[in-house]
Nanobody, 115 residues
Framework: QVRLVESGGGLVQAGESLTLSCAPS????????MAWYRQAPGQQRELVAS???????NYADSVKGRFTISRDNAKNTMTLQMNNLKPEDTAVYYC?????????WGQGTQVTVSS
């Protein structure tokens, strides 16, 4: 069983920043892949950014240059730094990890960006 706790969502204005954090129940080094997904109302869940065990990262085109994903083994935390937020970034953001081929999800945190 893997438990993921997200924090850091909120309401901001366009152009502002937010940092999302994900704290997993197991040691962060356990996970092959850690990622952030988001789901806007009426839309499918989409990958925002991912980071694998060797720290290589991948980003959706829509967030490249604005978002940064990182993992800190010492703090056992994964973060998503979101800069220059846009109204189209409004969604519920989910932390996800992959362990032995299985995906696990957090409960989600709401990010709302007003214009």
């Amino acid at each position: 069983q893997v438990r993921l706790v997200e924090s850091g969502g909120g309401l901001v204005q366009a152009g502002e920043s937010l940092t999302l954090s994900c704290a997993p129940s197991r040691r962060i080094s356990t996970y092959n892949v850690m990622a952030w997904y988001r789901q806007a109302p009426g839309q499918q869940r989409e990958l925002v950014a991912s980071i694998i065990s060797d720290y290589r990262t991948n980003y959706a085109d829509s967030v490249k240059g604005r978002f940064t994903i990182s993992r800190d083994n010492a703090k056992n935390t994964m973060t998503l730094q979101m800069n220059n937020l846009k109204p189209e970034d409004t969604a519920v953001y989910y932390c996800s990890v992959t362990l032995l081929g299985a995906n696990f999800w957090g409960q989600g945190t709401q990010v709302t960006v007003s214009s």
